[in-house]
């Protein structure tokens, strides 16, 4: 399915329409934000509305990469008579989207330097350079200027990956929105786990706007989730939201 991200606020609408504009051109985009803001599905909407939404979109945790495989994992590998396409050949015409990539390491930030600057690169273990006709777009959570000034992260690549910064804001700050969420994650796990359908009633929903949504769009999904599987009774009532969110809301 395609999710594109669900928002009514004057925050959402703007961020979504900064990225229409943004897909006409292969500029890098950055998207800055707290965990479970939902990045990934801003980067996705970028991608579905760009020339490249025909080809593939990868995603990749770049924290999820051990070191010793990075170079392999990105750039594929040649042994004689076989070939091994890393990430960037699997998403050629398409979006290499690497998630938080203040957690890459040295060498692979180098050889991803050197690939984008001249759109090619060598496998490990080749010797001819492999043209991709790829967008990379990338997402961190922390402020990438103290990695930069301690070393661990190129100011160079960062440069390139960061052509035009998004900043997603938290849930609290656009928790106008939250009513609409419940609703679109209800129907979404209704559809796609054949859950039986509940609605959270008008008292649940106005807590829960005030609520502080730490975890942003993710908790509130996660939320849902467990409500609808666990809960009995079309209505989900404030008390049951209350134990659900447990120590949290009581902290």
Known sequence: VDIEPVGKSAAVARIKDQLKRLAQHDTRVLFFGEAGVGKELYARYLHNNS??????????????????NSAVEVFGKEIPGKIYPGLLERAHKGTLFLSEIGGMDTETQLRLLSALESSSFLRVGGSDPVRVDVRVVASTRIAMDEEIKSGRFRQDLYY????????????????????GLLGFYVDYFVSQDKLAFRKFSMATQNFLR???????????????????????GEDIELDEVKSALGSVVSD
């Open 51 to 68: 020339g490249h939404r025909e080809g593939p979109f990868v995603d990749v945790a770049v924290g999820s990469i051990s070191p010793e």
């Open 210 to 232: 005030n609520y502080s949504w730490r975890g942003n769009v993710r908790e509130l999904k996660n939320l849902v989730q467990r409500l609808m599987i666990l809960g009995v």
């Open 160 to 179: 390139l990956l960061n052509e035009v910064t998004l900043n997603i804001p938290p849930l609290r700050e656009h928790s106008e929105d939250v009513p």
